[in-house]
Every structure is written in structure tokens, then in C-alpha cells.
């Protein structure tokens, strides 16, 4: 029961809370009972993701985001084949009264087929890495180690593993050393290479692969490795015909205080005892069209932040796809390196 707690929460959940659930439990699904354990409903992060996108907010009931009639199944054997039958992410097992008994998810350490998506993927590479100070002094930020691997190749990986690997690397600081690194690597990267001459900031290097593309490309900073579902969110991008679409994680902080807020005269208006804030950041990860790229003027430094502000007031069409807080892993600070470490490799 212990093992099954990790994948139940309680129906008067926030859509919030139980994002936070899903994340814990790891297999991507959260079942809602009722107060008489009851099952109501199961909830998953694309459920979420929709119900966001539509409009919702993550204060809301999760019961608003669920799926009120999800498969069930009365036995364990059904279960195994209800599961295998389609491509089910569990099935949960279910007693006369409605209450979960167990849950079969097809064994651990499946490995699904992800799609070849055969998409461009751009990194830029040519920062200084100052948050990762002293290791930038020696080693340019993407080839930090994490674990065994330098954090770029692992991004590299990723990609790879969905079909995508013509790679297209901007480089400034340290660039040779980035380089070298390559061409001594055991696995022959298909790789161009564009030097900035000068620092352009996260954005404004993508004027040097002017005229590169006549299609979607992947752009991402080299500092975040993305676990999500790479062919869900390029179908996003295509069907809302979005110039960009800028990856976003839920992110959950916990105030550990009581939160009071006044009006005139220090009249207390309200109190909040330690409430959970929620909201959307964004992970340095986008899918991009080539039109974006000749609205970028040559050698001129901009984020791409800026850019997607600037496309944006020009009346392009571009969104925010969000993915879990626990498909997303940063190592821009050195207290993010080694939690990224932990979670690759293990303590």
C-alpha cells in the first residue's frame, strides 16, 4: 500500500498539488478517489498541460483537468491484458466498492519507440558560463562534466534519440577547446560550427545560420537538459502554426511563512499560513521557425527572450508548451549541477 499511495491522492487536490503527486510517483499518472476511497478520476501532465493551455490555472481543482472515466480493470490478469492491448501508461486494479487494489504498469524499465523527428537541432554555446564560476575558468560551460559526460553531449544525446541529429553549434568563449573536444570524440557527431566574433548574447548568434533552414528547428541553451516528449511538443508547435514555441516547466515554491497582504492604514486584507506558489519558467528550450531568424539583425547581441517579445508585437504567433518541473534539469548554478548529477547517475 505504501508503493500505492505514490500514484492516489485525494480528489480535492489542486491542479497544482497534484502535479507535485505525478512528479513523486514517476510513472506520469495520478489516480483521485474519494473521501470512501473510491476512484473518480485519473489526472496526467499532458491532462494538465491541456487544461492549462485552455485557459485553466494551477490553483484550480484537479478534478476540472481529469479524466473522469479512466480504464479499469477487475482483476490483475485483465489488467495485463487491457494494458497490452493498447498503449496504456497503467491500469489500475479495482475492488466491488470502486477502491485501487493495485496497479499494473507493464514492468519496470520499459523502453517505449520514440518517433524520428529528423528536426535541426541549434545550440548556442558561446557564453561565459559566470554562474558556473571557478569550472568556467578552465573548461568552457558545456563541457562541465555531469557525471561522465560533459552536460552538451548528453544534451546532443537526447536529440539523437528521437532522430535529430544534424547538429548546429555557436561558439565564442573557448571555442577551440569545444572544438577539439569533438574531434577527438569516439562518436562522430554530424556538427557545424559558427563563430561569434564577437559576444551576441543568447539570441542574437542565430544571425549567423541566416539562410540555413527552409523548415522547424530545435534552439536550445546548452546549460538545460529537457526529458520531456520532443514529438508531442513539436506536433504542438505545427498544429498552432507557432513562429516559436518557448518550452516552460511548472515550478512550485513553497513559502515557509504566513503571507499577509494590507490596504490602507495597515488594515490586514488577508492571510495566507505558508502557500504554495506556482507558475511557469521558461527552460531555454524552443522550437523555432527560419522566418525568426531574419527578423535578427547581423552582429547585433540580443537574448531570445527579447526575441520572442519583439516576434510577438509583430503579430507572429507564439506560445508556451509546459512540460513537468521533473523532465526539466538545469545545471546553470553549482547547486544545480550536482542535482543533476544525482538524478543522471544516483548518489
Aim: charged fraction near 25%; glycine fraction near 10%.
Amino acid at each position: 500500500m505504501d508503493e500505492l499511495r505514490k500514484f492516489i491522492g485525494r480528489s480535492n487536490l489542486t491542479v497544482s498539488e497534484a502535479m507535485q503527486k505525478i512528479d513523486e510517483g514517476a510513472a506520469g499518472i495520478l489516480f483521485l478517489t474519494d473521501e470512501n476511497d473510491v476512484l473518480v478520476g485519473c489526472i496526467t501532465d499532458g491532462d494538465i498541460r491541456r487544461f492549462l493551455l485552455a485557459g485553466g490555472s494551477m490553483r484550480d481543482p484537479a478534478l476540472g483537468a481529469c479524466n473522469r472515466h479512466p480504464k479499469v480493470a477487475g482483476s490483475l490478469e485483465e489488467a495485463k491484458c487491457l494494458y497490452h492491448s493498447k498503449n496504456y501508461i497503467v491500469i489500475p486494479v479495482i475492488d466491488e466498492t470502486g477502491a485501487i487494489t493495485a496497479l499494473y504498469g507493464g514492468g519496470k524499465g520499459e523502453i517505449r519507440n520514440r518517433k524520428k523527428l529528423g528536426v535541426p537541432v541549434v545550440i548556442n554555446a558561446g557564453g561565459k558560463g559566470t554562474r558556473l564560476d571557478p569550472f568556467t575558468r578552465v573548461l568552457p560551460k558545456p563541457l562541465i562534466p555531469v557525471g561522465d559526460q560533459p552536460i552538451v553531449e548528453l544534451i546532443m544525446q537526447e536529440y539523437q534519440s528521437y532522430g535529430c541529429d544534424d547538429f548546429h553549434i555557436i561558439v565564442n568563449y573557448k571555442k577551440n577547446l569545444m572544438k577539439a573536444y569533438f574531434t577527438e570524440n569516439e562518436t562522430n557527431y554530424n556538427i557545424t560550427w559558427y563563430d561569434e566574433d564577437k559576444p551576441l548574447g543568447t539570441g542574437g548568434g542565430l544571425s549567423l545560420l541566416r539562410g540555413k533552414f527552409d523548415g522547424t528547428f530545435f534552439f536550445a541553451n546548452c546549460d538545460a537538459l529537457l526529458t520531456a516528449n520532443y514529438e508531442s511538443m513539436l506536433r504542438f508547435h505545427k498544429e498552432n502554426g507557432n513562429a516559436i514555441t518557448m518550452v516552460c516547466a511548472y515550478k512550485n515554491l513553497n513559502i515557509p511563512y504566513g503571507v499577509v497582504k494590507i490596504g490602507r492604514a495597515g488594515v490586514i486584507d488577508s492571510m495566507e499560513e505558508k502557500p504554495l506558489l506556482s507558475f511557469l519558467v521558461n527552460t531555454g528550450i524552443y522550437i523555432v521557425e527560419p522566418e525568426v531568424i531574419d527578423d535578427i539583425e547581423d552582429g547585433v547581441p540580443i537574448g531570445f527572450p527579447d526575441i520572442v517579445e519583439r516576434e510577438r508585437r509583430l503579430g507572429k504567433k507564439v506560445a508556451a508548451y509546459p512540460v513537468s518541473e521533473n523532465d526539466w534539469m538545469d545545471m546553470g548554478q553549482l547547486p544545480e549541477l550536482e542535482k543533476m548529477r544525482i538524478k543522471l547517475y544516483g548518489e
